[in-house]
């Protein structure tokens, strides 16, 4: 249980260009799912916090604008880095927490390298 | 002080020790604690949760937890070279419970 998928795995865009990735929760309904960006040799940064039907909240520092999320159902969130630039180009990683009483644990997907070129 | 402080390492150990691993945090009021493990270029897996004080068990793994010192502990028993990875603390915050991670410990058990 508790499968988080995302898609793509990686991709290879050029700058100034749009890339969306999907992250669904393929076992159970997730109120809440997570974006996250890492680079290389760094930890985990949380760039946003989405609940279905609702506007994501972002993390001081993410610009809204140039990472647009959305969250269209209790299983499926996307993220859409716009305007794609070399300085995007990290692992990107989504994960999700279930409806089920109060707990905490996230799952997450096994996400996405994007390389901007 | 940071929310949840974790040694980097590397911390070095021989196969079939024993390998631990530890976290302290910040907000007494916390509840609940997480370890995830990331393998290098993958992305980070649930391995234990706490929320009571004292131990925890699951198979090689035992999760520790005293509030009152604020801080969790993760234990892994006769350790495998499988078990060489980066391992995550983590923490929920806020409504949402979004959870705050340390850097991480870089284990590496040598065969």
């Known amino acids: 249980g508790a499968v988080v998928s995302q898609h793509p795995s990686w991709v290879i865009c050029k700058s100034g260009t749009s890339v969306k990735i999907e992250c669904r929760s393929l076992?159970?309904?997730?109120?809440?799912m997570f974006w996250y960006r890492q680079f290389p040799k760094q930890s985990l940064m949380l760039m946003a916090t989405s609940n279905e039907g609702s506007k994501a909240t972002y993390e001081q520092g993410v610009e809204k604008d140039k990472f647009l999320i959305n969250h269209a159902s209790l299983t499926l969130s996307t993220l859409t880095v716009t305007s794609a630039h070399p300085e995007d180009s990290s692992f990107y990683i989504c994960?999700?927490?279930?409806?089920?009483?109060?707990?905490?644990?996230?799952?997450f997907g096994p996400g996405t390298r994007l390389t901007v070129t | 002080q940071k929310e949840v402080e974790q040694n980097s390492g590397p911390l070095s150990v021989p196969e079939g020790a024993i390998a631990s691993l530890n976290c302290t945090y910040s907000?007494?009021?916390?509840?609940?604690f997480f370890w995830y493990r990331q393998y290098s270029g993958k992305s980070p897996e649930l391995i234990m949760f706490i929320y009571s004080n004292g131990d925890k068990e699951d198979g090689r793994f035992t999760a520790q937890l005293n509030k009152a010192s604020q801080y969790v502990s993760l234990l892994i028993r006769d350790s495998q070279p499988s078990d060489s990875a980066t391992y995550l603390c983590a923490v929920p915050r806020g409504s949402q419970g979004n959870l705050i991670f340390g850097k991480g410990t870089k284990l590496s058990v040598k065969p």
């Open positions: 076992d159970f309904q997730a109120t809440t």
């Open positions: 994960s999700a927490r279930g409806l089920a009483g109060v707990s905490y644990e996230q799952y």
């Open positions: 907000d007494r009021g916390s509840q609940s």
